[in-house]
């Protein structure tokens, strides 16, 4: 029987038909055996300890979205099936992804608070200088240090706590900030509290640390998106990662059409307006800006996407730290900066310093050379005039509406500008 199916197989009209009988190999024991069915196995996603920074902790910024990567509810742009390797972790940033439902999945932007290169050398520092030897626990090594004692004792997060961390944020503290900072820690339950008894030793120290290392988590955490701050939406950490919400650096819109340019550059005035201005008083600076300090999500809108370079200045209270307070300095101030380098004092900031640094740094290379000869000619004089300082008497929201004044009529409405699309055609605000 089986010697006439092999024989029937030539003349079988089927090409389905014929590639199954060939597939069986014309062998009457394997057409008549049906093939064992082979289990699917889940490719599983090794995320080794050391990558995340988890063999850290807790030295480290937290574990709140752990869960998420070792899901694999979190995967690296390139890292979408089993035989890809993790991306190398001498990098400073990785572009991934995110789901809640395993099903749709939006950008993240995952990102170290600086490179692996610094974050080693910052450990050995620690290892070398607080118990002599090249390797040690870190964690035990800075629990012993005098300013986590006082930290474990306090109840309050107080100006005392914080001095001497290279922080721009926390060079002018003022003690309503740093009741926000604790209320508003989010590698923590809330707690809602302005007093530090919801937080664990273990949580003391994360804390200590991101405020040591970087405080831009920090930030995106106190003054939230969804609140209206231009910020990205924080999402967690793990280990020494930080998960948030993904921009394009301002960088790669220096080649933009010229109404995109306008509209970055009036958002861009915007930023620097509400972080002089605001409802609870704060005013906002930074101490270096460049071409990745600010960000664009997909819809058009501009944020300010690295807010490690943020200082603040509360307008109600003012600073809180007494004169030469600031000079004292530990391990935990020289965690990713010289400990020689010196502060700048709260009293030295003007109004027009964010102003004067995006004249100088990042408006001509979103505005140069992009409009006809009468409006160009404005733009830069208005440019080179803001890069020397201003020049003259006139506040910063006077310069910044002579600026955006010009800009205004540049711009388009059409869906490119989905963050305000279709509103800019039924509002004069637009």
């Not at 060939?22 to 050391?50: D, E, I, M, W």
């Not at 290892?127 to 090249?134: A, V, W």
């Not at 501009?302 to 209270?317: N, P, V, Y």
Request: hydrophobic content about 35%.
């Amino acid at each position: 029987m089986g010697r006439w199916i092999c024989c029937l197989c030539s003349r079988v009209a089927d090409p389905l038909m014929l590639l199954l009988v060939l597939a069986l190999g014309c062998n009457p024991s394997t057409a008549a055996t049906a093939s064992p069915s082979v289990p699917h196995v889940k490719p599983s996603y090794s995320f080794g300890r050391t990558f995340l920074g988890l063999d850290k902790c807790n030295a480290c910024i937290g574990t709140s979205i752990c869960k998420k990567f070792f899901k694999e509810e979190i995967r690296f742009d390139t890292w979408l099936s089993s035989h890809l390797k993790l991306p190398p972790s001498s990098l400073l940033s990785y572009s991934g992804n995110y789901t809640d439902d395993a099903k749709s999945w939006r950008l993240v932007d995952i990102t170290r608070l600086t490179s692996k290169y610094q974050h080693d050398r910052a450990d050995k520092r620690i290892c070398t200088s607080l118990l002599k030897t090249k390797t040690c626990s870190l964690e035990r090594a800075l629990r012993r240090t005098q300013r986590f004692q006082k930290w474990l004792r306090a109840k309050r997060l107080t100006p005392d706590l914080v001095q001497g961390l290279s922080s721009p944020m926390l060079r002018c503290p003022s003690q309503r900030l740093l009741d926000r900072i604790v209320r508003r820690y989010a590698e923590v339950p809330d707690a809602g509290s302005i007093y530090m008894d919801h937080l664990t030793d273990r949580d003391k120290l994360r804390l200590l640390y991101t405020l040591a290392v970087n405080s831009h988590p920090i930030l995106l955490q106190i003054f939230p998106d969804v609140e209206g701050w231009p910020f990205p939406r924080y999402l967690g950490s793990c280990g020494r990662l930080v998960v948030s919400a993904s921009t394009r650096p301002l960088r790669d819109f220096f080649g933009a059409a010229p109404e995109v340019a306008a509209d970055l550059a009036l958002q861009l005035l915007a930023v620097l307006r509400s972080m002089g201005t605001n409802d609870l008083n704060y005013f906002f600076y930074f101490t270096h800006v460049d071409a990745g300090t600010f960000g664009v999500f997909s819809n058009g809108h501009l944020f300010i996407r690295d807010a490690s370079t943020l200082g603040i200045i509360d307008k109600e209270e003012g600073s809180q730290l007494i004169n030469g307070q600031q000079e004292h300095k530990d391990i935990f101030s020289c965690l990713t900066v010289d400990c020689q380098s010196p502060f700048v004092s709260c009293d030295s900031i003007r109004e027009k310093h964010s102003l004067v640094m995006v004249c100088q740094e990042l408006l001509p290379k979103l505005l140069t050379g992009k409009f006809l000869l009468p409006v160009q000619e404005k733009i830069d004089a208005f440019l080179q005039r803001c890069a020397r300082g201003l020049g003259d008497d006139r506040g910063v929201n006077a310069a910044i509406a002579e600026l955006a004044g010009i800009l205004k009529p540049l711009r388009s409405c059409d869906s490119r500008f989905a963050y305000r699309y279709p509103d800019c055609r039924y509002s004069d605000k637009y």
